[in-house]
């Protein structure tokens, strides 16, 4: 029997860190292990109400090697000395401030209890002001306007908007931070000693669609247009990194000495260079050009790739970058997304639970209806007729990402009456989901980004085949449902494969280890015609919002 190489694949997500092992001959799983964040679990460092969402260094330390060796100790004996690579993707845009020898500053005894010399979480949009100045300097300074690549409109959940709103807010960690590394590209930095800002590898697609970098202009955006943003952002270039990023394909280098012992695992093991959990995500099902994959959870990114000869100048308005390289090395990579999608539906569950909480005299029954609450909702919204007349809502409650990013708009729920139950309400929630992601879809085709497929992934296509039947006819385009449950993990795997030289490429990598589809959903068309007319409703809906709504 043939002693297969193997890898790990570690997923950074929102609240915990996954380690998978994988063989890399037909990337069958050997064990896998799950480590939550600990300070996070507690609510510590974040204020919603203020959109700031923090997470602590050491969190991610003590995931790392939780799940790590938890996921060793569940494989047979002998699987350490088969592991030859490891790759990290994270949620991202997520950075931190370092010092001059890349240490976070939480990581410091004097910034211990400092949100803001924490990670600062994707979802954090603390900065909307700062993004706000960004596209204006952008779009009025006379030079380059250095949002081309990113759509056209820079985010408050992105790179430099964060950066200046900590800059601006917390004179400590601006006279102590050297430097700001984002999560994917720390990761590998750690695990391989080179911690350096100046020469740590950083990740392509964190570069390119958060960050501004762009070949054309020689990397970062310089000095001259960030002191027409604010004048605190000048010099910071020159402390992050110039013309060079990589791509998950390519090295970091290997595990330290120390980090070998602490795993379990031999100094010679490659580590990937990082990059995001939803782009590791669409290689882990097998993202093909023209085939548009929709991470679906809490929120939603979706993406795709395409030849560079086929888009040429083009660039698509209003999405989250486009950036060569960023999801597969030779492929145009282009992201978009909602800010919220389940977490809608977690709102008005917890908006329902209310009253539960606070008169049921028995804690088991309220935690008896909070598990069961959106599977009774689901299964009596489908029940309900698809209804020109019923509820329409807007999907912005967490803001919108794209098409054409607005942080400050607010979610909307329209044309209720006395007999607007729990179920058409929900309901109509579902078909503002849907509604946002199919503007997303209209804008890559009204831009030239043909999609001649779906694919989703995460955990709304595999626990409610009622939204995915929503989303299925709202596009009128059938969707497949990866059969992989841990996709960016496993993604993570495929491009570790690559990193360590198994194979020659991410796409071979692909083509062995992928798990393939296990359920599709296919349009209805007599749904078709009738969310047709609802989705113009919808943007009615969402222009008055945007246009003639004081928010």
Not at 140 to 159: L, P, V
Not at 209 to 230: C, R, T, Y
Not at 300 to 308: A, R, Y
Request: glycine share 10%.
């Amino acid at each position: 029997m043939k002693n297969s190489d193997y890898v790990i694949g570690l997923d950074y997500g929102t609240d915990s860190v996954r380690a998978i092992i994988v063989d890399t001959d037909d990337g069958k799983e050997i064990a896998t292990a799950v480590s939550w964040y600990k300070q996070w679990q507690d609510g510590k460092y974040c204020a919603p109400e203020d959109n700031q969402f923090r997470q602590h260094p050491q969190d991610y330390i003590d995931g790392l090697e939780s799940s790590i060796t938890e996921a060793l100790k569940k494989a047979p004996d002998g699987t350490a000395e088969r592991i030859r690579g490891i790759s990290i993707d994270t949620t991202g845009s997520t950075p931190v401030a370092v010092d001059r020898k890349g240490t976070p500053l939480a990581l410091l005894p004097e910034f211990r209890e400092n949100p803001n010399a924490m990670f600062i979480l994707w979802k954090d949009h603390t900065g909307i002001q700062e993004a706000e100045e960004i596209n204006e300097t952008a779009r009025t300074w006379g030079g380059i306007d250095y949002t081309h690549y990113e759509g056209g409109i820079y985010s408050s959940e992105w790179f430099w908007s964060k950066i200046l709103h900590t800059m601006r807010h917390d004179e400590k960690v601006r006279e102590a931070a050297y430097s700001w590394v984002e999560h994917c590209d720390w990761m590998p930095a750690l695990l391989t000693g080179n911690t350096d800002p100046l020469t740590m590898k950083r990740s392509r697609c964190a570069a390119g669609h958060k960050a501004m970098w762009h070949e054309s202009w020689g990397g970062l955006p310089p000095d001259e247009f960030l002191h027409e943003v604010d004048p605190l952002l000048e010099g910071l270039p020159e402390r992050l990194y110039g013309i060079e990023t990589y791509t998950a394909d390519i090295s970091a280098g290997t595990l330290t000495p120390d980090w070998a012992e602490r795993l379990g695992l031999s100094e010679d093991v490659v580590v990937g260079v990082g990059a995001f959990d939803a782009h590791l995500g669409a290689v882990g099902v097998e993202i093909k050009p023209h085939i548009l994959c929709k991470v679906m959870g809490t929120s939603t990114c979706d993406m795709m790739i395409i030849p560079p000869d086929e888009l040429g100048d083009t660039t698509v308005q209003g999405i989250a970058g486009q950036v060569d390289g960023s999801i597969l090395p030779g492929m145009v990579g282009l992201e978009a997304g909602q800010s919220a999608f389940g977490d809608i539906y977690a709102w008005f569950q917890s908006v329902l639970m209310w009253p539960v909480e606070q008169f049921a005299d028995s804690g088991d029954f309220a935690e008896k209806v909070e598990n069961e609450l959106i599977p009774a909702l689901t299964d009596a919204a489908e029940k309900e007729p698809i209804d020109e007349s019923g509820v329409v809502a807007t999907d912005w409650m967490n803001g919108r990402r794209t098409p054409d990013a607005n942080q400050r708009l607010k979610g909307a729920i329209t044309r209720l009456n006395l007999g607007s139950s729990a179920p058409k309400i929900f309901r109509g929630l579902v078909e503002s989901t849907a509604f946002g992601a199919k503007a997303i879809a209209d804008r890559f085709e009204s831009e030239g980004a043909r999609i001649d497929g779906i694919i989703a992934l995460g955990g709304i296509p595999k626990k409610s085949p009622f939204i995915m039947q929503v989303v299925a006819d709202v596009h009128n385009q059938s969707i497949k449902v990866a059969s992989c449950d841990q996709a960016p993990a496993l993604g993570s795997a495929m491009a570790a494969a690559a990193a360590a030289g198994i194979y020659d490429s991410i796409e071979d990598a692909q083509d062995a280890m992928g798990w393939g589809f296990d359920e599709e959903y296919h349009p209805i068309p007599e749904n078709v015609e009738k969310y047709r007319k609802l989705f113009e409703r919808y943007k009615q809906l969402g222009e008055f919002i945007e246009n003639d709504f004081t928010y």
